[in-house]
């Protein structure tokens, strides 16, 4: 099973600053397999970056994803109010699937 | 669009089953999955069912007493979930994979006490 690491557990900033957050997985994640979303209280999570690097659907450019192997990266360029959230990475090429325990951005 | 129903309180050791109904995508071209969050908690994956020959697969932590299936007449994929625990109250989501869970059901609470 690969474990999914997240750093750090919280991360406190104001709007309009820059976010970056991390996840490690315990073994290489097969064929960029790899995702981040966005969870807001009492809301289902919300699809933000797929394959790394890749935006889903209506997601805004300020958030991006890179990284390879078994460290990957989302960055919030800018925060804004409504990004204020927990972030969960995950990886979707092995089985089982797994996710990483959460990054809450609050202000 | 995913639309959940099923859930609700169950005594330990009771069964529940959980449906999951498609609309806008036919459910044999996708994997779907079953994921739940206990209160306060992170996500975690329970089982999947995919391609055309419902290839089906589950975590440890429920192999042997949950059950993924789907009906292709009714677009729906559904969990029997049986030998219910404590520690298996959670809001349950049904979820599209494709390019990762870019599709998810509302979620449904199981609650499960005596």
């Known amino acids: 099973e690969i474990v999914l690491t997240q750093s750090p557990g919280t991360l406190s900033l104001s709007p309009g600053e820059g976010a970056t957050l991390s996840c490690r997985a315990s073994?290489?994640?097969?064929?960029?397999?790899f995702a981040w979303y966005q969870q807001k209280p009492g809301q289902t999570p919300r699809l933000l970056i797929y394959?790394?690097?890749s935006r889903a659907t209506g997601v805004p450019d300020r958030f991006s994803g890179s990284g390879s192997g078994t460290e990957f990266t989302l960055t919030i360029s800018r925060l804004d109010p409504e990004d204020f959230a927990v972030y969960y990475c995950?990886?979707?090429?092995?089985?089982?699937?797994?996710f990483g325990p959460g990054t809450k951005v609050d202000i | 669009q995913v639309v959940q129903s099923g859930g609700g309180l169950v005594k330990p050791g009771g069964s529940l089953r959980l449906s999951c109904a498609a609309s806008?995508?036919?459910?044999?071209?996708?994997?779907m999955s079953w994921i739940r969050q206990a209160p306060g908690k992170g996500l975690e994956w329970l089982s999947f069912?995919?391609?055309?020959?419902?290839?089906?697969n589950y975590a440890d932590s429920v192999r042997g007493r949950f059950t993924i299936s789907r009906d292709t007449a009714k677009n729906s994929v559904y969990l029997q979930m049986n030998g219910l625990r404590p520690e298996d109250t959670a809001v349950y989501y049904c979820?599209?994979?494709?390019?990762?869970?870019?599709?998810w059901g509302q979620g449904t609470l199981v609650t499960v006490s005596s």
């Open positions: 979820a599209r994979e494709y390019s990762a869970y870019d599709h």
């Open positions: 806008g995508f036919t459910l044999t071209e996708y994997y």
């Open positions: 069912i995919g391609d055309s020959a419902g290839h089906t």
């Open positions: 073994q290489p994640v097969v064929s960029n397999y």
């Open positions: 394959g790394i690097s």
């Open positions: 995950e990886q979707y090429g092995s089985i089982p699937r797994t």
